[in-house]
C-alpha cells in the first residue's frame, strides 16, 4: 500500500445532529479537511460529484481552492459524472486547478452512478444522438477529454485574431503537462476494468461493485483489478497503471469512536439491486486496533491496490474525521505495508 487518503461525498443538512448544515459548509470543511489531512501526514483528498444533491457537486472551484492551501497532499475526485461534462471545458477548469496545484490532481471520472432526477444530464443540455446510450455519451466526452489534455493543437486560428497566436493549430489553455497520466475510471465491474485498461486509464473501484458471483466483495474486487492489470498489459502501455479501493475503515481507539461505529463492528457485505441488475457492496471496517489489523490484512483487494481511499463521515466534522483519518495511519497503515 502506497497511499491513503479520504473521500468524501460533501452531505449537508440543517439537522442539529449535523456539523455541516450548508453548502457553505461542505465546500469550506472539504478544504480544511485537505488541510488537516495533509498535516497528519495522508496522500489525498478526494471528492464525491453528485448532481441535484446536497452533496458536493462542481469540483474544480473546490480543488483549486484545496490546492492553493495544501503543498503536498494529492487532490483527487471519485468521481466525476462524464454525461454532464463538456469535454474542452472540463479541460480548461481541469489545467487550471492543477496548474494551481502544482500537478498534484487525480481525476476520477465515470459514467456516472444512478442520479437524484431522471436523466439528470439532459437538463445540462446533453442528450445522447439517436442510437447512443447515456452510458455511450459519457465515454464520448471521455474521448474528447482525454484527446485534448494531450495538448496537441486541434482549432484553427483566426487569421485576424486579437491576439498574436503561435504558429499552427491552436489548444485548449491552460495545459496540464501530465494530467493526461493522472485521470482515472471509476468501473462497477470486471469487464469495465478492462475497458479502463485498454483506454490507458487508472483505475478506480469504489466500496461497490454493480455485478455479483457470489463470492465476497473483496474477492470480486481484486478478480476485476487482476482483469485490470492484465489487460493493461496486454494493451502494451508504457507506465505502470495505479488502483485504488474505496473502505469504510475506523478504529475504535477512544468512547466517542465506541459511541458511534461500535454497532458496526460485524458487519458484513450486502448484496442489492442497483439499476436493474445485482450489486454488491462492501463490509464496514469498525472494531480495536489489532482487530482490524487481523480483518484487513485477509482483504484481497487492499493487498492488490496501490492505495487506499477512506470514505469520511463528512457531517461529524472536520475534526473527527481527521482523527478518524489519524487513527487509520497510526494504528493501522504501518501493518498494512504503507510506506
Known amino acids: 500500500m502506497k497511499k491513503i487518503g479520504f473521500l468524501s461525498f460533501g452531505h449537508w443538512s440543517a439537522s442539529p445532529q449535523s456539523m455541516v448544515r450548508s453548502g457553505a459548509d461542505a465546500l469550506l470543511q472539504s ?12 496522500d489525498g483528498a478526494y471528492y464525491r460529484v453528485h448532481h441535484f444533491a446536497q452533496q458536493l457537486a462542481s469540483p474544480f472551484p473546490l480543488l483549486a481552492a484545496a490546492g492553493a492551501r495544501t503543498s503536498r497532499i494529492e487532490l483527487g475526485t471519485a468521481v466525476i459524472d462524464m454525461r454532464y461534462e463538456n469535454p474542452l471545458y472540463m479541460a480548461e477548469d481541469a489545467g487550471a486547478a492543477d496548474l494551481i496545484s502544482g500537478g498534484r490532481l487525480q481525476l476520477g471520472i465515470s459514467r456516472g452512478s444512478p442520479e437524484q432526477v431522471v436523466d439528470g444530464f439532459r437538463y445540462f443540455g446533453y442528450n445522447p444522438p439517436e442510437g447512443m ?48 497520466d493522472r485521470i ?17 486509464l487508472n483505475l478506480m473501484s469504489s466500496t461497490l461493485l454493480t455485478e455479483d458471483t457470489g463470492v465476497p466483495f473483496h474477492q470480486l474486487q481484486a478478480e476485476q483489478i487482476q482483469r485490470f492489470r492484465e489487460a493493461w498489459t496486454a494493451a502494451g502501455h508504457d507506465r505502470e497503471p495505479r488502483v485504488s479501493v474505496s473502505r469504510s475503515i475506523f478504529p475504535i481507539v477512544n468512547d466517542l469512536d465506541r459511541q458511534l461505529f461500535w454497532q458496526e463492528r460485524g458487519s458484513t457485505d450486502q448484496v442489492g439491486r442497483l439499476d436493474g441488475g445485482n450489486a454488491r457492496f462492501g463490509r464496514t471496517y469498525a472494531g480495536e ?16 491496490a496501490d492505495t487506499l481511499l477512506l470514505t469520511v463521515p463528512n457531517q461529524l466534522g472536520v475534526d473527527y474525521n481527521a482523527h478518524v483519518i489519524e487513527s487509520v495511519l497510526t494504528h493501522l497503515a504501518p501493518e498494512l505495508g504503507w510506506r
Open 289 to 304: 486496533p489489532d482487530k482490524l489489523i487481523a480483518e484487513l490484512a485477509e482483504d484481497e483487494a487492499i493487498a492488490a
Open 31 to 42: 478544504i480544511e479537511l485537505a488541510v488537516a489531512a495533509e498535516e497528519v501526514g495522508a
Open 184 to 200: 482515472w475510471w471509476g468501473a462497477g465491474t470486471r469487464a469495465t476494468a478492462e475497458w479502463t485498461a485498454e483506454q490507458g
Open 133 to 180: 446510450s447515456d452510458a455511450d455519451m459519457a465515454r464520448e466526452h471521455t474521448r474528447g477529454f482525454l484527446e485534448v489534455l494531450k495538448g496537441e493543437g486541434f482549432a484553427r486560428p483566426n487569421p485576424r485574431p486579437m491576439f498574436a497566436n503561435p504558429p499552427g493549430l491552436l489548444r485548449i489553455e491552460p495545459h496540464a503537462p501530465g494530467l493526461r
